[in-house]
Structure formats: C-alpha cells, structure tokens
C-alpha cells in the first residue's frame, strides 16, 4: 500500500500510540457525529408535541401548520446538496464545523420567533443544517471506520436519531403544561449543539478524501498516525472519478443515485407524515384521549426498532434488511386503514410498521455512503438525502388536508403504496456491500 518510496518514508509510529490515537479519534468522531444526528431527529420529534400549543399561540391555519411541519424537510432539499458539494470540493472537516454552528444559532432563534412565517424560516435554516449533517456526518465516519462492523458503527447514527426524536417528545411532554412551553422545547436543542460544535474542533480531515484529491502526502500521515484501515490504491484509481452533481446522473453512477433517492424516500414519507401529524391521526380514527400515551409508546418502539436493525445489519446483510421490511410496513398501513375501528389492528399495526420502519431505516445511514465513490460521496449522499425529504416534505405538508378531504384511511394506504414502492426499487437496484471497502462497494453498484 506504499504511496511513496520506501527510503522517503518516516520513521514508524510505535503501535501503541497509534492504538491510543485511533481509539481518540473515533471516540471524539463517533460522539460528535451521534450527537449531530441526534439534534437531527430532536428537531423533527420536537414538532409532534409543541403542534398543538404553538398553534394557538401563533394562530396557525391548516396551510401555516402544514408549513411548519414541512419546514426542515424543504430545508433539508437544499442543505444536502448544497453541503454535500461544499464537503466534495472543500473537504469534510470544514463543512462539519460550519454545519452545527448553524445548529446552534437557529435552535436559540425558535425561542424570540413572533408568528408563524418566523417559526417557518427558522425551521427551514435547521433543514439547511439537517442536510448538511446528512452529507457530511456519516460520510466523514464512515471514512475513518474498517470495513468489518461498519454497517454496525453507521447505523448507530440513526438509533441516536430516534433516541433524539423520543427524548424531543419527552421534553415536548414535559413543557406542554407551562405557558409558552414550546418555546423551551423547540429551542433546548442548542445545549446539545454547543457540546457538539466543541468536540468536532478536534476532527481531521477524512484521509480518503484528501487521497481523492491527490494530497497523498497528507493523507499518508492520517494512515500511518491513526491505523486507519484502506485499500489505498483502489482510492488512488478512483481519484480521477468525476465529481459535481452532474456527475450522479451519468452512466456510472445513475443507477446509485436512482436506488439510494428513492429508498430513503421510501422509508421515511410515511414516517415523517404520520408523526408531524400524530395527534391528527389519532383523532380522525376516534382515538384521541390516548394520543399523547401512544405517541410516547410509539416513539421508544421506534428506538427499539432501530436498535435492532444495528444490531443484525451486518449479521443478515444490507438487501435482507431492506427489502422484507418494505413489504411487511406496506401490509401493515393497509390493514390499519381496512380496519380503522379495531383498537387492537390500529394499535398493533401501528407498532409493527413503527418497529420495522425503523429497523430498515437504519440502512438510510449505511447504503448511501457505499454506492458511491469517495470523490462523489458527500455530494450524493446529500442529494439522496435531499430527495428523500422532498417526498417528506410533500407528505408532511398534504396529510392535514388529506386527513380533512379523504380521511385517514385514503391517508394510510397512500403510505402502504410508497413503501411497496421502496421494495420494487429495492429488489432490483440495490446492491450487497456488506463488509467490502468503501472503494469496493461503491463499484459494486455500478
């Protein structure tokens, strides 16, 4: 794996030190990255609770409440490309510092917004933010991780994603008896950024990305001071990749850039929707007095749904858990909206789709980062991100009109339909990369 002459090589760094490092870096990595991704879904989860009272408060419409619901989802369309590219052309590091400092100041302006257009702008420049922790958090993680247990390691991300969407709806529950209580909710997040925005000041840049851009100089630095483990020339092969957004539609990479869009979208329209709206949901199907119950239980299903999905990705394979999912949350939906006046079918259809959701979803932080080259890694798993979160943003902002129009049986099986969908697409495009280097996997799809 030599990248210079071996007489022009230092003097080796004592495995010792190098073992210290490395368990430094990746301890200070793995946390600042799972405290990003959690502020991500602290920021979704947050909504559910503080809907009803920061409605009355601002005197919010259908459309207005629509909006807001929908607001970090459109944020997101822009935020990861946009960061995705910055984080392909620029580097990781950069972009991971800027991204949570915008965490930061957006989360304290929840707290001073007056109306309804103010909480909408807010909250989109948070989606600006969500996307860009989607194109860049993983990624760089990802870079740094050996190639065994790595779908383990990034899928780890998402059980802080839903550990953060629960504990926003414990904190919602916990404020919506005090006057203005939203506003300490939504806002509470900024604690977490700050400790984020700290640990990530001792991040370095990602060695493969640096190896992409021919800096092979410094990226040997990386290798030798931290252990990391890579197939250094497949890297360097790729270096001449193509990179930019036009690049995720050509012949090469088309076919990644279609499956990881659309599965994402796939798992998480039906997701997003229904739990902006759960209170919504329950009512329409003459269960609201248990809504705030439910939406707890659900929301810690939702954990342990995830936490299952970690825990069997590298055991059962990447095409397992995605496909059979798909199908099994399908039926589920379509059940709830045949029987809506069974407690029982809703209650436990609701938590087999949450349960399942939740386990492939696990997958939105593993699959995107192996289709595609190190070159183009950040820009596509930014837009794949952002397309999943247009179907999001779209469900988001129709279900309360869709529940007023259709009702919530038209709504359940519209969901069913998506996810059934994500397992068509799924079982033709998507490949096996469990255990393969980075720069092997991302072959494997073409």
Known sequence: MAMTPVSDRPEPIPAQRVARDRGRLHFRLKTATQLGQGLDGYVIGGIGMAMAALTADLHLGTVAQGLVGASPLIGIFFGGPVFGWLADRFGRRPVFMVDMLVFLLSSVAQFFVADGTQLFLVRLVMGLAIGGEYAVGAPLLSEYAPSKGRGRLL???????????????V????????????????????????????LRGGVPESARWLLSQGRTGEARTLIERYGIELDADAELADSGEQAGFRALFSK????????????WAALVLPYFAIGAFWGEVFEALNMGDNAAGALL????????????GCL????VGRRKLLIPPFWITAGCLAVVALFPDVTAVVVGGFLFFIFLNAASSALTAVYPLEVFPTALRTTGVGFSAAMSRVGAAIGTFLLPMGL??????FV???GAGVLALGGVVSHFLAPETTDMDLAHAARAER
């Open 312 to 315: 069997v990705v590298d055991r």
């Open 412 to 414: 359940l099986l519209v």
């Open 404 to 409: 007023d129009r259709f009702g919530p049986e």
């Open 297 to 308: 239980v659900y929301a810690f299903t939702a954990v342990a749904g995830v936490t299952a």
């Open 155 to 169: 899928s780890s991300l998402e059980i802080s994603w839903y550990a953060g969407y629960a504990l926003a709806t």
């Open 252 to 263: 090469a990479h088309l076919r990644a850039t279609v499956f990881a869009s659309t599965f």
């Open 171 to 198: 904190v919602g529950a916990l404020f919506a008896s005090v006057d203005g209580g939203w506003r300490w909710s939504l806002s509470s997040g900024a604690v977490v950024a700050l400790a984020c925005l700290a």
